[in-house]
């Protein structure tokens, strides 16, 4: 059974830090290109951070770049992402996502969410 949870959000001040983790299981969690996805209300969701299965290299939106940063644990199957300097505008629920190919083709996973609000 596939699970993704994410863990981590809350209620935090403009300029605070959170870390999002995300613990998988039922699939091959080295092999996937992990990301973090996030959707604000009335927004599309959108992508946030990815890191890759081999080389690890990253990508970010603009918007958080310097600020967040996207780390991998295979011996842990956790993916997190940390953020720091948070804005108001960071207000969203994350989402974790896994992406790649098994034994049945391409798969797409997500979790349920955690909500980050930034407020004062």
């Known amino acids: 059974q596939v699970q993704l949870v994410e863990s981590g959000g809350g209620l935090v001040q403009p300029g605070g830090s959170l870390r999002l983790s995300c613990a998988a299981s039922g699939f091959t969690f080295s092999s996937s290109a992990m990301s973090w996805y996030r959707q604000a209300p009335g927004k599309e969701r959108e992508l946030v951070a990815r890191?890759?299965?081999?080389?690890?290299?990253?990508n970010y939106i603009d918007s958080v770049k310097g600020r967040f940063t996207i780390s991998k644990d295979n011996a842990k199957n956790t993916v997190y992402l940390q953020m720091n300097s948070l804005k108001p505008e960071d207000t969203a629920v994350y989402y974790c996502?896994?992406?790649?190919?098994?034994?049945?083709?391409?798969?797409?996973?997500w979790g349920q969410g955690t909500q980050v609000t930034v407020s004062s």
């Open positions: 890191i890759t299965s081999g080389l690890r290299s990253t």
């Open positions: 996502n896994a992406r790649g190919v098994g034994s049945l083709g391409v798969y797409d996973y």
